[in-house]
């Protein structure tokens, strides 16, 4: 099964700042790779689809860029509300893996 | 507005099946060219894939669960099913049933259900 590993575990950034999340896998999943956030006792919600599409209704900060395995979600400027987990997840092969996850915290 | 919604039992005894239902509404289950699956995630961890179901019939398993599990379509009932035999507490997880478009990625999931495995 294609791994999938997010780094780092864990970032500590400020309101205003940029945020770089990063997503590797073990091998080459094209461009078949999304994004989500969760928050505290909620579903994830569907950020980023097919490495650089941004979801319905998701703001233009999120962006998403990267293919076969290098993959990178960015947010041009923390708002209070990004702080969540942030997980990859490849739909190039069964099972569809999830990286472990990053969490965003406030500093 | 599409929603998806999971019921089951909240407690499982251990060796013991654990069964859940995700009804679908404002859409057809039947609807082509869609998945409906299954992710599950234990208290304080990441996301597990469990398994997927095709409209058609088609179905894709986590291969670490392959043996214990089944997910089912009822188009009657607008529902799909969860079955995972054998539950040790290391199956203690929140449930959450979701659709994914075949080209894209999953774009609608239910609230999740917390199935406690326990004797």
């Known amino acids: 099964e294609i791994v999938l590993t997010q780094s780092p575990a864990t970032l500590s950034l400020s309101p205003g700042e940029g945020a770089t999340l990063s997503c590797r896998a073990s091998q080459s999943v094209s461009g078949y790779l999304a994004w989500y956030q969760q928050k505290p006792g909620q579903a994830p919600r569907l950020l980023i689809y097919d490495a650089s599409n941004r979801a319905t209704g998701i703001p233009a900060r999120f962006s998403g860029s990267g293919s076969g395995t290098d993959f990178t979600l960015t947010i041009s400027s923390l708002e209070p509300e990004d702080f969540a987990v942030y997980y990859c997840?490849?739909?190039?092969?069964?099972?569809?893996?999830f990286g472990q996850g990053t969490k965003l915290e406030i500093k | 507005q599409l929603q998806l919604q999971e019921s089951g039992p909240g407690l499982v005894r251990p060796s013991e099946t654990l069964t859940l239902t995700c009804t679908v509404s404002g859409a057809s289950i039947s609807s082509s060219s869609y998945y409906w699956g299954w992710i599950r995630q234990p208290p304080g961890k990441g996301l597990e894939w469990i398994g997927s179901i095709y409209y058609s019939g088609s179905t894709y398993y986590n291969p670490s669960l392959k043996s214990r599990v089944t997910i089912s379509v009822d188009t009657s009932k607008n529902q799909f099913s969860l079955k995972l035999s054998s539950v040790t507490a290391a199956d203690t997880a929140v449930y959450y049933c979701?659709?994914?478009?075949?080209?894209?990625?999953?774009?609608?999931w239910g609230q999740g259900t917390l199935v406690t495995v326990s004797s």
């Open positions: 979701a659709r994914r478009p075949q080209w894209g990625a999953i774009n609608y």
């Open positions: 997840q490849q739909r190039s092969d069964w099972p569809h893996t």
